[in-house]
């Protein structure tokens, strides 16, 4: 059944089979948004189902049916959730044409879109329903002002997602992109037809005020609080982190305090108790706190507020990190790649201090520089405010409704 012709989507359907980074919190976001008795919304959420369970035991009283829980059958959130980037994209395609149907929702939201664009590219439809997503990693514009060569291998993801880009925009069932990326719209809009499709999102990653006491080192007066947290990947810098903190002077060690908090990827488990072991042996003055599991939101929020500083010492990371937000929330200073998206947010909002982080030497001397010069100086907390000024969670589902919310000739103008 096509989506009706009315301008106004009032029932969408979000569809996010994975369960670590963004999607509970963004989920739980719509949520609010759509729990609001003004809003006439509905909320099919199709998620896996211990997200289902989540969201069901918090759901606020009073919905009236605005929000409705539908769990990822297991083959469908096995096929959904492949390393077979290939393979999970076109689940994922498959899966929103049928909970479309099955839901009787107008219109569908990939909180996930990247690899989305494969399919969309080949220009496979929705069965006449409108769909929009969210972008996280747009790189092909990082040329523009990264300083540093590409390698071989980032110009060919960049070469292969410039064609990707170009077809998926050009696909009639395609309303909207929603780019993390605040710098990817214009460049769109300058080079692909139908580049207007392409709109920008706040990334919500917004906490809440927490009067819990810290329990991070940052009551000490003779230390400088470091916290690194999240999903913690190879990727995300753990290993270059903790090698570089061998790296810096015995003295200046001294007056660190680091705390590494969150879910270590399993495969790192080995080389990181080796390297801690290490840093303990090399460096016994330095305090390093350990704690190896997925912490709730108030957790976070007390552990940043202890911190004189935020690392994200991410390898050549494409796209946004909520870590950004979070830091620049407490008015603290974020040490991070030069590279990308997150080293140009940094330096144009004056939040942070960026360095090659891929360099263990590198991370090492701006580490002992944000200690001797004293972190306070690498943020400017007038700057920081404007900044997560308009990213709050509400900003953000409102971006995603507005997404689907516009008339049936943005659509029918890609034909």
Not at 60 to 89: H, M, N, Q
Not at 155 to 176: G, I, W
């Amino acid at each position: 059944m096509p989506a009706p012709s009315d301008k106004t989507i009032h029932h969408i359907l979000v569809l996010e089979p994975d369960t670590e980074g963004h999607p509970r919190e963004w989920l739980e976001h719509l949520v609010a948004f759509a729990a609001v008795p003004q809003r006439r919304l509905t909320l099919s959420l199709v998620v896996a189902p211990e997200m289902g369970d989540h969201l069901t035991a918090s759901l606020p009283s009073g919905l009236d049916g605005k929000v409705r829980i539908v769990a990822l059958r297991p083959y469908e959130r096995w096929l959904c959730t492949r390393r077979f980037l290939t393979l999970a994209a076109f689940a994922r395609w498959w899966v929103m044409r049928r909970y479309l149907r099955r839901t009787g929702a107008q219109a569908g939201h990939f909180l996930s879109f990247d690899h989305m664009c494969l399919p969309l590219a080949l220009g496979l439809g929705m069965g006449g329903r409108p769909v929009s997503g969210i972008l996280f990693r747009p790189s092909v514009h990082y040329a523009d002002w990264t300083v540093g060569r590409a390698s071989r291998g980032e110009k060919l993801r960049d070469l292969r997602k410039v064609l990707l880009y170009r077809l998926t925009l050009l696909n009639r069932s395609v309303r909207t992109v929603l780019s993390l990326d605040p710098y990817f719209p214009d460049h769109a809009r300058g080079r692909y037809r139908h580049g207007d499709k392409v709109q920008a999102i706040p990334d919500p990653a917004y906490p809440q005020a927490n009067e819990s006491p810290s329990t991070t080192a940052r009551s000490s007066a003779n230390h400088v609080g470091f916290v690194l947290f999240g999903y913690l990947t190879e990727r995300k810098g753990l290993l270059v982190l903790l090698d570089a903190l061998s790296l810096v002077d015995p003295v200046v060690a001294s007056r660190i305090a680091i705390t590494i908090a969150g879910r270590i990827e399993p495969a790192l488990h080995d080389r990181v108790q080796e390297r801690v072991q290490r840093i303990r042996a090399q460096r016994p003055d330095l305090v390093l706190r350990l704690d190896d599991r997925w912490l709730p939101a108030d957790e976070l929020d007390a552990l940043v507020a202890g911190s004189q500083v935020v690392l994200a010492p991410y390898q050549r990371f494409v796209g946004s990190s909520g870590v950004l937000l979070w830091a620049a929330q407490a008015g603290l200073p974020l040490l991070t790649q030069d590279y990308g998206l997150l080293g140009r947010l940094v330096r144009d909002h004056k939040l942070g201090l960026t360095t090659d982080t891929m360099d263990p030497a590198s991370l090492a001397a701006s580490i002992e520089r944000m200690v001797t010069t004293g972190p306070h100086t690498f943020v400017d907390p007038v700057a920081a405010r404007s900044f997560v000024r308009s990213r709050t969670p509400d900003a953000f589902a409102s971006a995603v409704v507005r997404s689907l919310q516009c008339g049936e000739h943005a659509a029918e103008s890609a034909l």
